[in-house]
């Protein structure tokens, strides 16, 4: 099955996977192959595999084509990298070795045939005023564009919480400050990607935040997490903010959890979203994984029905 065009829509969207169950095996100590990942996700009944540019297998630029092609003989696409830039240090040179790499992603998306290129703010250092971080959050994915659009890529800004790898939070965590950075670049090959569960993370209501972003939104993760402890308040209190994930919470199957797909939906439905969803739970093995593709196959059923 051939990739499609970056610009290309069905009239409803599609469903990748990520594989965060297996990401250790992937990522740190290679028990785990691809090949292995592919297969499995073959069973799934979805239509794409989310890929990660940090898989340990990527290092050889060689290897980029053959998964592709190993992914599309399983009757799937690549439609999405994930990766993590850092925009927000102070100094000039970090940032333009920050650009190369997302650069470099950019290229990996396009080798993949995945029309969509994750981007992100960076850490929240604690000398950046907030309208600092904005502008140099800004000012480097601005550089990124041209490349971007040269070859298809959409670059896609998250609500992410924190990369595995950096000492601070994402500084655009909070839903202002996303907001802020996602106004402050306006570009056709540039939009959200929505995570309603980083919302929770981050203290916020993930469905004002989606209101307030959903004409932008081009794609999406699913996932769904509940408290083990307290409520919602007591999870604002905490602000999210830590080296860590919060106790509060943790990844559970889609549709069990704190998220309202049935009011996401409908939002995203009424700004005529058609993009690509991608399911970033089943932590707890691939029979999880089964449900919530069931989950949202329902749903959008439902929601995009006719």
């Known amino acids: 099955m051939p990739a499609l065009p970056a610009t ?20 740190k ?37 053959g998964f592709r092609r190993a992914v599309e003989a399983r009757g799937m696409v690549i439609p999405m990298l994930c990766c ?19 650069q470099t992603w950019i290229r990996m998306a396009h080798a993949l045939g995945a029309g969509w290129c994750r981007t992100l703010s960076g850490q929240r250092r604690p000398e950046l005023s907030p309208e600092q971080g904005v502008a140099l959050a800004a000012e480097s994915i601005r550089a990124c564009l041209p490349l971007a659009r040269e070859l298809g890529v959409t670059l896609i800004i998250e609500n992410h919480y924190k990369d595995d790898f950096w000492e601070y939070p994402e500084f655009a965590q909070k839903m202002d400050l996303f907001c802020a950075l996602v106004d402050a670049v306006r570009d056709p090959n540039f939009g959200v990607n929505y995570d309603p569960s980083n919302a929770y993370i981050a203290g916020d209501d993930p469905l004002e935040l989606l209101r307030r972003v959903s004409s932008r939104v081009v794609t999406m993760h699913a996932s769904d997490r509940f408290l083990i402890e307290g409520t919602l308040e007591d999870l604002r209190r905490e602000e999210g ?66």
């Open 29 to 65: 100590d290679g028990s785990m192959k691809l090949a292995e990942w592919i297969e499995l996700a073959s069973t799934l009944g979805i239509d794409g595999l989310e890929w990660y540019a940090g898989f340990l297998e990527m290092a050889d630029e060689s290897a980029w084509p």
């Open 84 to 102: 993590s830039p850092d925009f927000t240090h102070p100094d000039p040179a970090f940032r333009k070795r920050e650009i190369e790499k997302q």
């Open 241 to 306: 903010g830590s080296a860590g994930y919060v106790k509060r919470l943790r990844h559970g199957e889609i549709g069990k959890g704190l998220n309202d797909y049935d009011a996401i939906f409908s939002e995203l439905k009424s700004k005529g979203f058609s993009g690509w969803i991608s399911i970033e739970d089943g932590v707890d093995g691939i029979d999880q994984l089964h449900r919530s593709v069931a989950f949202l196959k329902a749903k959008i059923a439902a929601h995009w029905a006719g």
């Open 8 to 27: 290309a829509h069905t009239a409803v969207p599609r469903l990748a996977a990520f594989p965060k169950a297996y990401m250790q095996a992937l990522v």
